[in-house]
Every structure is written in structure tokens, then in C-alpha cells.
């Protein structure tokens, strides 16, 4: 049964991600930010914590805990930093869910165990004209000589400029459209693969993010994940476990915010006393915390769904849509509270502005995630 209480395990989860978060990764958040730069210890350190296989099973090294655990832990890193958070989502929820679920024995061995080290993956579907619609991939990939020859573009791949394997979708028959789409693994410094400058964004700056040129790349016949033409289902399925790391996150962005801007009302004085007594500001608190919570009961449920290997399709595609727009609801009203000091990066609310917008966008924008939970809805009827 669903439980709103957390377990033993779970409350040490949280207890370690947050402790982690506030003595690793808040000293140099908002250096990282300006400058733009990849917090490679830190995810190092995240990888002797075995936060880099938090769902992997302990066969292949990971930690083998539960997709709520997993949000829990999500939540606490991107109260800090978000930029922090996306390097661990898109490792669980994609790469290594991909590689556990239909990589092989020898896959396994050699990748996935990398990547409860340590390792970092990345996942390459998005493409120029392939953003919301992926079935439409251009890049090629050609069976010759005992190799997979791929040939197109990738663009905005977290993560791009500093992964060790890259998980990348290709088209193997464009008669077939999307199910001629398959899907590989490609390790870094292979020739003819090549990442691109790093994109300057207005949010999520520590997490860089990259085009990738790929050009007569040779990708051995083994690296070739699950049979050819399953890569767009492959990419979907993980999209839909993706969505509860994207949505966690949310809430984390939200709940970070919240936090800074209740203890700054109490702090800040007007009119001769704190602003928390003010009744306005008393109504944003009252409203972000309940947006928090509703959105929090959403993601967990959608973990626990996963957790129980019930179709968690629209529950995950709900907590996403929902998380996010809380996301930059609160962080614009924490902006607010914090009046012309939200304006500053000293006190981290403009940050988590700028970084909760992407969060509507990436691994399906707001309006996809109104799509899908339609369709699911009429399934029912």
C-alpha cells in the first residue's frame, strides 16, 4: 500500500543527500553557475556514495534501492543545485535503467558496473528536427563489416562535453520509421564522435549541455542495445521512469526556494516588523508550501507505481507536468518575497528561477505531458 511515512532506509537516504548537499555542493554553487562550470568531483563523490547506481540492482554494483528513495535523494540534491540533480536523473532514470533492462550479460559487465562506480552516461535522442517528435531520427545507422556505421547530429545532450558512454538512438531502416529505430552505446574519444561547444544557457549552467557531430562513427555489432528496431521503445519505457527524476527535481527547485524565502520573511523587516506577519506574504508561503506538498504526493506516487511494476505511464506524466509548473511558480514567488535582494545572485532564488524553466522543457515539454496523459485517460474510456 502506498505510505506517506518514510522508511528507516529511506530517512537515511534523505539524511545523507541532504548532509552531501549542503557540505559538497552548496559551497560552490553559485561560482559553478557564473562560471559555468562541471562539478566532476562532486559527481565523483556521488559515485563512492553509490548515488550513480542508486537503482541498479547489487549484481552489477548498484545500490539496488526503490524509485522512491530515489526521489527522496533527487529532491534534497536539487534543493541545492539542480545543475547536480539532472547529472544524476538522466544516469538512473535513462542510462542505466536502458542498460539493466536490455543490455546484455557482457553490457552489463562492462558498462553498466562503470556506471555504479562512477562513470557517467548520457543519452542522446534529441536531434535537430527531433525534439518532441523522436520517432523522426535522421541519424543513420549502417550495418557493415562486423560494425555499426552512424552517421547525423545530436543536440541538447546533458551532460555532452563530459560523459564516459553515450547511449545513442539511430535509424536502421527509415521505411519502417520508428520501429526501424535502434539503439547503441558509444564510448567516449571514439573517432567520428564528437561533442560541440557547450551551449550557454540562462539556467542550469553547471550542467553542460552540447550538440554532438557524429560522423562514420564505427560502433562494434556488440555495442548494439536490445534487437534492432526496438530503440523507440527503449527510449519511451525510460522516458516514463525519467519523468518521476525530472519531476523530483521539481520539487526539490520549489522546495529549496520555499525554504530560503520563509526564512528571509522572517528575517526582513518592514514597516517596522518582519514581513512574515504581513498577510500577503502569509499567502504565498501558504500557497507554496501546498503547491510543494501536492506535487511531492504526485511524484511519490509515480515512484511507488514503478516501485510496484504497475503502468505508471500517466501518474509519472502527471507528477512532471504538475512538479514543473510548480517549479516556477514558487521560484518566481520566491523572487518576489525576496524583493530587490531576489534580483542578486547572493541569495540563490534568482538561480533557481532561471534553472526551474527548463525543467517545463526537457524530456518532454509541458505540452507533451498534456498529450500523453490524455491518451492514457481515454484508454480508460
Keep these: 500500500m502506498f505510505s506517506l511515512e518514510y522508511s528507516e ?28 562550470e562541471f562539478p566532476r568531483e562532486i559527481i565523483n563523490k556521488l559515485g563512492e556514495l553509490g548515488f550513480m547506481g542508486f537503482m541498479v540492482s547489487e549484481e552489477w554494483g548498484g545500490s539496488g534501492l526503490d524509485a522512491v528513495s530515489y526521489a527522496i535523494a533527487i529532491e534534497e540534491i536539487a534543493k541545492v543545485d539542480a545543475s547536480v540533480a539532472i547529472v544524476l536523473s538522466v544516469q538512473n532514470s535513462l542510462v542505466n535503467w536502458i542498460l539493466e533492462h536490455y543490455g546484455s550479460d557482457e553490457q552489463k559487465e562492462k558498462y553498466l558496473r562503470a556506471l555504479t562506480g562512477g562513470k557517467i552516461g548520457v543519452y542522446c535522442l534529441s536531434e535537430p528536427e527531433a525534439g518532441s517528435d523522436a520517432s523522426h531520427q535522421h541519424t543513420t545507422a549502417e550495418f557493415k563489416d562486423g560494425f555499426w556505421i552512424l552517421n547525423g547530429t545530436k543536440n541538447w545532450i546533458s551532460t555532452g562535453q563530459n560523459a564516459d558512454y553515450y547511449i ?83 520539487v526539490g527547485v520549489a522546495q529549496g526556494a520555499f525554504e530560503l524565502s520563509t526564512k528571509y520573511s522572517k528575517q526582513r523587516l518592514a514597516f517596522g516588523k518582519p514581513i512574515n506577519n504581513l498577510q500577503m506574504i502569509q499567502s504565498k508561503i501558504a500557497q507554496m508550501s501546498t503547491k510543494i506538498n501536492a506535487a511531492r504526493l504526485l511524484v511519490h506516487k509515480a515512484a511507488w507505481m514503478k516501485d510496484m511494476h504497475m503502468n505508471y505511464i500517466q501518474a509519472s506524466a502527471e507528477a512532471k507536468l504538475f512538479a514543473a509548473t510548480v517549479a516556477n511558480e514558487v521560484t518566481r514567488e520566491a523572487v518576489q518575497i525576496h524583493g530587490g535582494y531576489g534580483y542578486v545572485r547572493e541569495y540563490q532564488v534568482e538561480r533557481m528561477m532561471r534553472d526551474a524553466k527548463v525543467l517545463e522543457i526537457y524530456e518532454g515539454t509541458s505540452e507533451i505531458q498534456q498529450i500523453i496523459i490524455a491518451r492514457e485517460i481515454e484508454k480508460n474510456f
Design 9 to 36: 532506509i529511506q530517512e537515511a537516504i534523505k539524511d545523507t543527500a541532504r548532509k552531501f548537499a549542503r557540505e559538497e555542493i552548496l559551497p560552490t554553487v553559485i561560482e559553478r553557475d557564473i562560471k559555468a
Design 168 to 250: 545513442v538512438f539511430a535509424q536502421t531502416n527509415p521505411d519502417l520509421r520508428h520501429k526501424g529505430i535502434s539503439c547503441y552505446i558509444v564510448e567516449r574519444g571514439t573517432e567520428g564522435f564528437v561533442p560541440g561547444e557547450k551551449e550557454d544557457k540562462m539556467g542550469m549552467r553547471s550542467s553542460d549541455t552540447c550538440s554532438i557531430g557524429i560522423t562514420n562513427c564505427k560502433v562494434p555489432e556488440a555495442n548494439l542495445i536490445g534487437k534492432v528496431g526496438q530503440g523507440f521503445n527503449i527510449a519511451m519505457e525510460s522516458l516514463n521512469g525519467g519523468r518521476i527524476g525530472i519531476a523530483a527535481q521539481s
